[in-house]
C-alpha cells in the first residue's frame, strides 16, 4: 500500500478546507463588522454610529473603517467623526488576553464638545461605561498603544453658559452679520445681472475666508454671468476648503467638469 502517498493527498486537502476556511473569514469579516457596529452601537454605547466602510483582515489583526461618526446622544447632530480610521492589533497576543496595538491613525477627525453649565455632551457615554462596575469582578486590562497618529484634526468646544451679549459684540459676530448682508447683496446682482462693484470680492471672501459657500457663491455668480474661467477659480477655491461631506465634493466635482468644457468650447465672456 502507498501510505505516504495516501497522507500526503489527505494533507493537501486539510491545507486546502484550511485555506477555504480562511479565505471565507476574511470576505465575512468586513461586511459583518459593519453589521454589528450599526446593530449594537446604541446597546454599548446609547448612541447611533454609522459607517460608511469596514476594512477588516482577522488575518493580519488590521481593522479600517470610512467615514466613522458618533452621533449625539438621541440626536442626528455629529458629535465625532473621522473620514478614516485604521488599527493594527497583535491576534497572538489577544489570544492571551493582552490587547497589544502596534498602531493607531485618524484621519481627518472632528469631535464637537459642549459644555452646559456644568454638564458636558460626553457625560452619558462615561455613565454607560461606569454603569455595573461595581457588581463586577475586578481585572487587570493588558492594554499595550505605542503608535497614534492624527491627521488634518479639529476640535470645536462650545460653551452654552456664555452671556449672549459677549458674542453678539464680539468681531466674528460683525464678520458673520457682514458675511450674510453681502450674500444677499451678491443674490440681488446675479438676478439683475449687474457686475460686482469693485473690491466686492474681495471684501465678500474677507468675511469669511474658510467657509467653502463663500466661494460656492461667487462661482455661482461668475457662471451665471458666463464668465466661466473666474467661475471655475472659485470652484477651486471652494474645493480646496474643509467640506462637510462627500456629496459635497461630488456636486462641486461636476460644476467644474461643466465650466471646464465650456471654457473648451470657447463659451466663457470677460
Known amino acids: 500500500m502507498d501510505k505516504p502517498g495516501k497522507w500526503k493527498k489527505i494533507t493537501v486537502r486539510i491545507l486546502i478546507i484550511l485555506a477555504g476556511i480562511l479565505v471565507l473569514l476574511t470576505l465575512v469579516a468586513s461586511p459583518l463588522t459593519k453589521y454589528l457596529v450599526q446593530k449594537y452601537d446604541e446597546k454599548f454605547t446609547g448612541r447611533e454610529i454609522t459607517l460608511g466602510r469596514a476594512i477588516v483582515n482577522p488575518l493580519a489583526g488590521s481593522v479600517g473603517l470610512r467615514n466613522f461618526k458618533i452621533h449625539e446622544s438621541e440626536s442626528d447632530t455629529i458629535f465625532f467623526s473621522a473620514a478614516k480610521f ?16 502596534s498602531s493607531i491613525q485618524l484621519n481627518r477627525p472632528e469631535i464637537r464638545i459642549v459644555k452646559d453649565d456644568s454638564i458636558f455632551n460626553f457625560n452619558d457615554l462615561i455613565e454607560k461605561f461606569l454603569a ?3 457588581t463586577l469582578e475586578e ?3 493588558k492594554l499595550n498603544i505605542r503608535n497614534i497618529k492624527l491627521n488634518d484634526g479639529t476640535v470645536f468646544y462650545i460653551e452654552r453658559d456664555i452671556p449672549a451679549d459677549t458674542f453678539l459684540f464680539s468681531h466674528p459676530y460683525r464678520q458673520f452679520e457682514r458675511f450674510r448682508k453681502m450674500s444677499r447683496e451678491l443674490r440681488e446682482l446675479k438676478s439683475r445681472g449687474q457686475s460686482l462693484p469693485v473690491g466686492f470680492a474681495n471684501g465678500y471672501m474677507g468675511t469669511n475666508p474658510r467657509f467653502y459657500l463663500t466661494y460656492v457663491n461667487l462661482c455661482e455668480y461668475y457662471n451665471e454671468m458666463e464668465n466661466y474661467d473666474q467661475a471655475l477659480q472659485y470652484c477651486n477655491l471652494a474645493l480646496d476648503c474643509r467640506l462637510p461631506g462627500l456629496d459635497e465634493k461630488k456636486d462641486l466635482m461636476a460644476i467644474k467638469e461643466k465650466l471646464i468644457k465650456k471654457l473648451h468650447n470657447g463659451h466663457s465672456r470677460d
Open 86 to 101: 485604521s488599527a493594527n492589533i497583535s491576534i497572538l497576543k489577544l489570544i492571551n488576553g493582552v490587547y497589544d496595538i
Open 139 to 141: 481585572k487587570i486590562l
Open 132 to 134: 455595573g462596575k461595581d
